[in-house]
Every structure is written in structure tokens, then in C-alpha cells.
């Protein structure tokens, strides 16, 4: 596996977005550091990086080899002249400004010369739903001629929507732009033809400080309209013979939030980058359909003249319009969607079942459990720092050591190699270590951390029973041994107990309490908005926690409850503990396998419960889609699961995830890869929900409240 292409961002407008669009590229790219002003906003950045801030060119390793990401924003350069400096220098580049004719020709020009590869992105065709519009549009050109486009955009749009309709169409060329009709409200008619097919298009004409992405498309033909109502928005088929739009993909591709539909784009772009990297003649192509881009925006703008500034509009309050337009429509039934629970409901439910609504006087029942959780975070960090100091893995005052060396110099088994690399990206979180060049340096100790004696007061401010402490403890005071898989987590785990109520005693606290109660309540107002018994399929049932909370919340409705899990042993003691309630049945279930050859056909839930399981999944996206395929239309998905990892978890809990000796490590073959870590973020999770036709709806507890520092949360999502 090759290192990837190094890649150094040039600007100050770059954000967490760019970084998880680098991360889900499997290491195409190599990010080594960042060229900005020196100001706090590049320093913020380049230190959630982990990677070197340069203010000049000079100190930037740049040459052949090298690749480089052109912000249009921050830097203090214009782009063309810091894309023909940095190709000069050898080094590839990605602009994401639209450029002049002559400015580009300069970049081509200055790229021959030094015979690097150059791209200017173009993120807006690359969106999920521009994907689709264009995918459409060459299956209609296929059938029928186009006899018409459409369009609507802003003035800092329209080279976006320009290539948008040249790949629609086929082709740019010939084009006409004929004499401009202005409007109101800063709004410009244009009419003309792209590649000899008639075309109207409509621009607001404006100067914004906002940088506004807003591209509406109709193409028609005599067999129907294909429209696209926005790059982020749905892709419409409307038949001339039907008279009423279809959406293309149907409610298996709904439309994706702004933030998930930019971060796919961006990692397409850089996908297309990397292309170009490897194999600069194949960009031969890209370049003349941005100089053909160039030459016809141009036209356009000329033809509109000097943009008008925009002027104060009178504020028409959405919420107005939206009134109106419920009460225009009152005599309807009320929809399904109406009736979906609220997060707001969902969490106060959930805290009404665990008591947390029930204070002392002048007491916050969650007030203390950030500071509990601190502890213990600061107690398992101190234990981490001292085995590397104990074992001679990090010396105080040393030389620094890749990850590699100090997995070598603590004896730690190969399996657990990703479980060290979490330690030491835990401990620079926190200044312990420094990270220069992938290598690490002692930095400073823990003042005042506490230590295992500790434990007891903090674990059980926060609602777990004593066992849990003990563990903790003795995990704490044998990390070396556990580490080099001299002893198992699993010994410390059950000692001389080998029952299955153990493992429930170590999940009881305040946070899966509460989580347990929230989704619990989702799943009793699913049967109260059902007319028959209610169909559940519970994944990964485990020791019973999660149907325990639920059976209490059905108490005695009619149901058809399925407790699944991978393990014979689980599946029967739940046989045994819930077999008494009527419709309960058991059977083993690999989230990882076709769920039709295991028994579970399609549409066969109106609930799925999955509790603490889905990141077990080797792919969370053929998980989510096996999940769609089981669940009745308009189902409902009700999960919980480790949004993070904590320093808690990471010296104790996190050792049953290390794979069995020469297995993968969970999460090899999906969004993880590479990363080593094993949950999967909010935003990932809603992601790979749109991704598998779901809608999220919410995610408790929010980043606001107390219970949020576990992070541990519910989500909650409906099938399309």
C-alpha cells in the first residue's frame, strides 16, 4: 500500500468538511501540512490537523511529488498567481476558484511547463443530486432530442451551472447569447441557445457577501420535463403523458442534507485529483472544457453587465408562509410524518422513565456527570502515560518514535496495535505527547489526575454498580499484561462469574438507562399508531437490556417481538428470561449476513432495535441497507451506539473490539478503514442513514446536555 500523494492546502479556507473528505479516500492523499496568513483561524485549523502551518512558500517542502489544494479564500494571493507559482515549482494543483480565460491559459500554460498536473474543481456537478440530474439527462438524450433548457442561478453561479448544462447536453458548442431582459429585483433575463438547443436563463444579478450556490434546470422534450431543483435538491421526471412529477430515485434516494451532499462532492473531486496526479495526460480533455467554460462565461457576464448591489429586502418570516399554507390545507389527512415522536418528546420521555426529572431542591440531577466522566477520563490518561514511561516506550526528555516503535518497545500483541494508536492519539488530544512528522515526543505528565483508587466514587456518580470499578481497577493496574495479551479482558470481566447477568451488570449506569427508556418510548408509540400487533426485530440483543425497557414500555400490547443476536448463547437465555412474554421468539442473526437467507424477509419489521451493536458491522452502509430491505415502508430504526471513543473505554472496554489474530479490525471495508477507530460519528451515521434510503430524524442526547460526554446516543430514523 503506498503512503499517498502528499497534499498541502493553500489557504485559510479549509474546514473540518475538507478533512473528512481527505479521510474517506483511503489514503489517496497524504496531508502534511497547510499555507495560510498567519492568523488564529489557520492555527485553529492547522492544529485540529495535526499539520504544519507555513506562511511562506519557501518553507513549504513543495516540487514534483507534491500536491496542492488552492483555496479561494484566506491566503492573501490570488489564486492564479499562487496555482502558477506552485505549478512552477512542479507541484500539482486543485483551484477552486472560477478562473479568468487568460488566468487559466497561464495555469495550463505554466502546468505544461512543468509538466504537472492541474485541475480547477468543479464541485457543484459532482453533488449526489447533480449526479442524478446528469445521469437522467443522458439516458433522455439516448431516447429523444431536447428541445428546450431552463435555468435559474446567481451571478458567482453561473460556471457551475454552464458545466452542469454542457454535460447535461452533451456539449457546450455552438452557443448564442442574445440581449438581455432586466427585471425587478435584480433579476436578468437571458435568452440564446447551448449546442443549438434554445435556451432561457434567468440570473439574479447581484452582489452578495454570501457565497450563494442556488442552480435551478428544466430540460424538456416532447416526451416530458427532467428538472433539478437545486445541487443539493431532487431530480424530478415529469412525463407529458402523466402530468405529474416522479422523483427519480424514489424515496430509496432522498434529497441529502447541504453538509453530507458537499462532502461527498469534495471527496469526488479530489478522487478526480488524484487521477490527474497519477496520470497528468488524461487532464488533456478537462482543460479544454474549462477554457470552452471560460470563453462562454464571459459571454454570459458581458452580456449582464455590471452586477447591481443588492439591495434590503423586506424579511417575510417563513414561519408565516408555512402557517398559511397548513391552514390552506387543513381538510387534509394528517400524513404519517406528522405523527412521528419529536426529540424534544423523545428526551423527556427518557427522563421521566429513569427518574432524572425528579430533583432535590435546588439540584441538578446531571449536573455532576460531566465532571465524573473528567475523572475518569483523567485517571485512565495518568495509567496510559506511566506504562509508556514504565516500559521504556516514551522516555521523558527523549528522542521522539513512530507509533510502530513504541508498539514494539510495549511487547503488544499485532491485534492490538490499533487499541496503542488510540492511546497515543488520546494522549497528544491532551498534551501529554506532541505529534511531529508521525512520530511522538513526552510532552508533560498529568497534574492532579487521581489515580485507581479513584475509580470507585467516580463510577458510581455515575450510576454503575461497584463490579464495574473493580474492573476498571484491575484493568488499570495490569494494562501491560493485557496489552501483550498475556491476560484477557474477558478474565478481569467475569472472574469466577460466567452468567450472562454479569455482562448486564456492567451496562447498567445513568446514560444506557436513559437511552434504553428514550427508545423504549419510540417503540410504544409505534404500536399506539399501529392497527395490528406490532412487528419488532430486536439485532444484537445481547444480555437483554434493550428488551427489557421495551417489553415494560409494550406492557401487554400485541406483538410480534424478534430477539436476534449472533451468539446461541445469548438467543437462549433470552429464551428463558422473555420467553413467558406472548409473541416473543428467538434466533440467531449475523448483522454481516444477508438477512433474507437468515430468515428475516423483506418488509417484515415496522421496528428495528439495534442496542450498542451496529458498530460490529464490517460495513455499516450493507448493515443499513440489509436493516431498509427488513423494515416495512415508512419502518422505523431505532439505534444506540459510541459516537467516540473515551480514555474510560480505551483502557478497559475497548480490548473485546481488538480482533481474534490475523482477523480484520471491525470497520475495515467501510468509512473506518484505514483510521482505526471503530464507532462511527453523528454526521457519519446520518450519512450512511440517507445513504441506505433512511430519513434521520434526531439524535439524543444533544452535544448541550450532560449526558452527551459518555458519547453514547440514540438515533432515530424512519424508512423513506
Known amino acids: ?315 417575510v418570516p417563513a414561519a408565516d408562509l408555512a402557517a398559511a399554507a397548513v391552514e390552506a390545507a387543513a381538510d387534509d389527512a394528517e400524513g404519517e410524518a406528522h405523527r412521528v415522536p419529536t426529540g424534544d418528546e423523545t428526551h423527556e420521555a427518557g427522563l421521566r422513565l429513569t427518574r432524572l426529572l425528579e430533583p432535590a431542591p435546588g439540584r441538578d440531577p446531571l449536573a455532576h456527570l460531566p465532571g465524573a466522566m473528567q475523572r475518569l477520563e483523567a485517571i485512565s490518561l495518568r495509567a496510559l502515560g506511566e506504562l509508556l514511561v514504565a516500559s521504556g516506550a516514551v522516555h521523558p526528555g527523549g528522542e521522539a518514535r513512530t507509533a510502530e516503535e513504541i508498539v514494539c518497545a510495549l511487547g503488544a500483541a499485532p491485534r492490538h496495535a490499533w487499541l496503542v494508536r488510540r492511546w497515543l492519539a488520546a494522549l497528544c488530544d ?53 496489552v501483550r495479551d498475556e491476560l484477557s479482558i474477558q478474565q478481569l470481566l467475569f472472574r469466577e462469574r460466567q452468567d450472562l447477568s454479569a455482562i448486564a451488570a456492567y451496562q447498567d449506569n445513568v446514560f444506557t438507562a436513559y437511552l434504553s427508556a428514550a427508545g423504549a418510548h419510540l417503540v410504544r408509540r409505534c404500536a399506539e399508531l399501529r392497527h395490528r400487533p406490532l412487528r419488532v426485530l430486536e439485532l444484537g440483543g445481547g444480555a437483554g437490556l434493550t428488551t427489557t425497557a421495551a417489553l415494560r414500555a409494550l406492557d401487554g400490547a400485541p406483538v410480534d417481538y424478534l430477539f436476534t443476536d449472533i451468539a446461541r448463547a445469548f438467543t437462549a437465555a433470552a429464551q428463558e428470561r422473555f420467553g413467558r412474554h406472548r409473541g416473543v421468539r428467538t434466533a440467531v442473526l449475523d448483522i454481516n449476513v444477508d438477512f433474507t437467507a437468515q430468515g428475516v424477509e423483506p418488509h417484515a419489521a415496522d421496528v428495528v432495535l439495534a442496542g450498542n451493536v451496529l458498530h460490529n458491522a464490517a460495513h455499516t452502509g450493507r448493515t443499513l441497507r440489509r436493516i431498509r430491505r427488513a423494515l416495512a415502508p415508512g419502518g422505523w430504526l431505532i439505534f444506540t451506539d459510541s459516537t467516540r471513543e473515551n480514555c474510560a473505554i480505551l483502557t478497559a472496554m475497548q480490548f473485546l473490539l481488538s480482533p481474534p489474530a490475523g482477523s480484520p479490525l471491525l470497520g475495515s471495508e467501510d468509512r473506518r478503514a484505514g483510521t482505526d477507530q471503530v464507532f462511527v460519528d453523528a454526521p457519519g451515521w446520518n450519512e450512511e442513514l440517507l445513504a441506505a434510503a433512511f430519513v434521520p430524524r434526531f439524535v439524543l442526547p444533544s452535544l448541550e446536555s450532560p449526558l452527551a460526554v459518555a458519547g453514547q446516543h440514540l438515533f432515530f430514523a424512519t424508512a423513506g
Open 1 to 315: 500500500m503506498t503512503a499517498g500523494i502528499p497534499l498541502v492546502l493553500c489557504g485559510a479556507g479549509f474546514g473540518p468538511l475538507h478533512l473528512a473528505a481527505l479521510q474517506r479516500l483511503n489514503g489517496r492523499f497524504r496531508l502534511i501540512g497547510q499555507l495560510a496568513d498567519d492568523s488564529d483561524g489557520a492555527r485553529r485549523f492547522a492544529d485540529q490537523a495535526r499539520m504544519a502551518l507555513w506562511t511562506r512558500p519557501d518553507q513549504a517542502p513543495l516540487g514534483a511529488g507534491v500536491s496542492c489544494w488552492v483555496s479561494a479564500t484566506g491566503h492573501g494571493v490570488p489564486v492564479t498567481e499562487r496555482a502558477v507559482e506552485l505549478l512552477g515549482r512542479g507541484s500539482a494543483v486543485l483551484a477552486e476558484a472560477p478562473l479568468e480565460h487568460d488566468e487559466l491559459a497561464a495555469c495550463l500554460r505554466q502546468a505544461r511547463l512543468g509538466r504537472a498536473a492541474f485541475r480547477v474543481a468543479a464541485v457543484a456537478s459532482a453533488t449526489p443530486a447533480s449526479r442524478r440530474f446528469l445521469g437522467a439527462a443522458q439516458a433522455l438524450r439516448a431516447r429523444t432530442p431536447i428541445g428546450y433548457v431552463a435555468a435559474t442561478c446567481t451571478r458567482a453561479s453561473v460556471q457551475a451551472l454552464l458545466r452542469l448544462l454542457g454535460d447535461a447536453l452533451g456539449a457546450l458548442r455552438p452557443w448564442q447569447v442574445r440581449e438581455p431582459t432586466p427585471l425587478g429585483s435584480g433579476l436578468v433575463v437571458l435568452g440564446g441557445s447551448l449546442a443549438g438547443v434554445p435556451i432561457v436563463l434567468r440570473v439574479r444579478n447581484e452582489v452578495s457577501s454570501e457565497a450563494q450556490m442556488v442552480i435551478e434546470i428544466a430540460m424538456g422534450s416532447d416526451a416530458g420535463e427532467l428538472r433539478l431543483t437545486g445541487v443539493h435538491g431532487d431530480v424530478l421526471w415529469t412525463a407529458r403523458s402523466a402530468g405529474s412529477g416522479v422523483l427519480l430515485g424514489g424515496t430509496d434516494a432522498p434529497a441529502e442534507r447541504e453538509t453530507m451532499s458537499w462532502l461527498r462532492a469534495t471527496r469526488g473531486e479530489l478522487a478526480a485529483f488524484a487521477n490527474a496526479v497519477e496520470s497528468p495526460g488524461a487532464a488533456v480533455s478537462e482543460a479544454q472544457v474549462q477554457l470552452t467554460l471560460c470563453r462562454l462565461r464571459h459571454d454570459i457576464l458581458a452580456a449582464l453587465g455590471s452586477a447591481t448591489a443588492r439591495p434590503d429586502a423586506e424579511a
Open 430 to 482: 491532551h498534551g501529554v505527547l506532541s505529534n511531529v512528522g508521525d512520530k511522538y515526543v513526552w510532552r508533560r505528565a498529568l497534574r492532579d489526575a487521581g489515580a485507581a483508587a479513584d475509580l470507585p466514587d467516580a463510577y458510581a456518580s455515575l450510576g454503575f454498580p461497584p463490579a464495574m470499578a473493580e474492573v476498571h481497577q484491575a484493568a488499570l493496574l495490569r494494562l501491560h499484561a493485557l
